[in-house]
DNA sequence: TTCCAGGTGCATA
DNA sequence: TATGCACATGGA
C-alpha cells in the first residue's frame, strides 16, 4: 500500500488495504467515533481524524509519524491476506474484512483498557474508558488525553467503581501499583511466550487480556486471544469445545505466526455476521 | 426475569 | 493441574 507522509497528514493511496471502519471497529480500540463523515481516533495522547477521499484516505494529525506506526502501514497486509487466504475458513472473513489492520497502541493504554474489557461488552467498555479519560487524563483542546499511571495513583479503588468499572475496579486500583510505562517498555525485549507469562502475573490480567496486549500493544502476530466470540466460532466451525486453552493452542497451531491477524478477520466476522 | 458481554481470581479436590 | 463459582453493570 502506498502512503505519503506529511507534517500534518498522511495520505492513503487505494482503499484495498486499509479501511478505517474495519480497523475501528474490529474491537482492537475502544477510542473512537464515527463521526459520519469521518473518524476520530484517540491514542494515548494524541487524536487523529480520518477523511475518505477519492483515491484513498486522508488522516490528519499533530503527529503523523505516530500514526505511521500507529495503523502499521509499512506492514505489507496485502501479503499477508495471500497467505491466510489460504485457510478455507478465513476466505469470507478476509473478503468482509479486507481493510483491517492490527494496531500498534500505547502500552499503559491496551493494558488499562483490556483489564476493563473482561466479561463486558464493548459499549460499555467504549463509556468506562471515555469516563476515565474525562475525570484523569488532562484537557487537550476538544479531548481527553488518556490519563497516566501518576494521576491513576491518586485515586481510590471507590473511583474506578464510581466510573461503571464494576468489579474490575479492585484490579485497576492494583495494577497501577504493580506496574508502570517503563517497565512495559522494557519487556518489548522479551519472547513472546516470557512476556506473556510476566503479563499474566498482573492483576485483572489472565491469558485472553494478556494476548489482546501483545496483539494490539506489543505487535505480536502469534498470539491468538480467545474471547466468547472466538469460542461460539470454534464450536460452530471445528469441534465442540469450551476449554479455551486447548482453543486457543489448536488455533496458534494453525495460524503460527499469522494467528494474531487470523483472529481480528474472524472477530470481526462473527461479530458482524455471526450467524451464516 | 434471565442471559450475555473481547474473563479473572480464588477456593477446592 | 483442573474445575466451578462469584463478581458489577446495563442492554436485549
Redesign the pocket.
Known amino acids: 500500500m502506498k502512503y505519503l507522509l506529511a507534517q500534518n497528514k498522511i495520505s492513503i493511496f487505494g482503499k484495498e488495504d486499509f479501511c478505517p471502519a474495519h480497523i475501528l471497529e ?3 480500540i475502544f477510542s473512537y467515533k464515527n463521526c459520519g463523515d469521518h473518524f476520530e481516533v484517540l491514542s494515548k495522547d494524541k487524536k487523529a481524524k480520518i477523511f475518505e477521499t477519492e483515491s484513498g484516505f486522508e488522516i490528519l494529525t499533530d503527529d503523523s509519524k505516530y500514526f505511521e506506526n500507529f495503523f502499521d502501514l509499512k506492514t505489507n497486509y496485502g501479503e499477508i491476506k495471500r497467505k491466510l487466504s489460504k485457510f478455507e475458513i478465513l476466505k469470507k472473513p478476509i473478503e468482509f474484512g479486507y481493510g483491517i489492520r492490527i494496531l500498534k497502541n500505547d502500552l499503559f493504554e491496551m493494558l488499562i483498557s483490556f483489564i476493563v ?9 467504549q463509556l468506562i474508558l471515555g469516563r476515565l479519560r474525562e475525570r484523569l487524563g488532562e484537557k487537550k483542546g476538544d479531548f481527553y488525553s488518556f490519563p497516566i499511571r501518576e494521576r491513576m495513583l491518586t485515586v481510590d479503588e471507590k473511583f474506578f ?1 464510581e466510573i ?1 468499572a ?2 474490575r475496579a479492585k ?1 485497576l486500583f492494583n495494577v497501577v501499583r504493580q506496574i508502570d510505562e517503563d517497565r512495559l517498555q522494557e519487556w518489548q525485549a522479551l519472547s513472546t511466550e516470557a512476556l506473556r507469562k510476566k503479563l ?1 502475573t ?9 494476548d ?1 496486549i501483545l496483539l494490539f500493544g506489543f505487535g505480536r502476530g502469534d498470539v491468538f ?6 469460542e ?1 466460532m470454534y464450536n460452530k466451525f471445528y469441534l465442540p469445545e469450551h ?1 479455551r486453552e486447548k482453543i486457543r493452542r489448536n488455533l496458534t497451531d494453525q495460524f503460527g505466526l499469522y494467528s494474531g491477524y487470523a ?2 478477520y474472524l ?1 470481526y466476522y462473527m ?1 458482524c455476521c455471526g450467524d451464516n
Not at 474489557?117 to 467498555?125: D, L
Not at 498482573?202 to 494478556?210: F, N
Not at 486471544?225 to 472466538?230: F, G, L, M, Y
Open positions: 474490529c474491537g482492537q474489557s473482561a466479561n463486558n461488552n464493548i459499549k460499555r467498555i467503581a461503571g464494576g468489579y484490579y499474566i498482573l492483576s485483572g490480567v489472565g491469558p485472553k487480556v494478556a489482546c486471544p480467545v474471547d466468547t466470540w472466538i461460539k476449554n483472529q481480528q472477530f461479530r
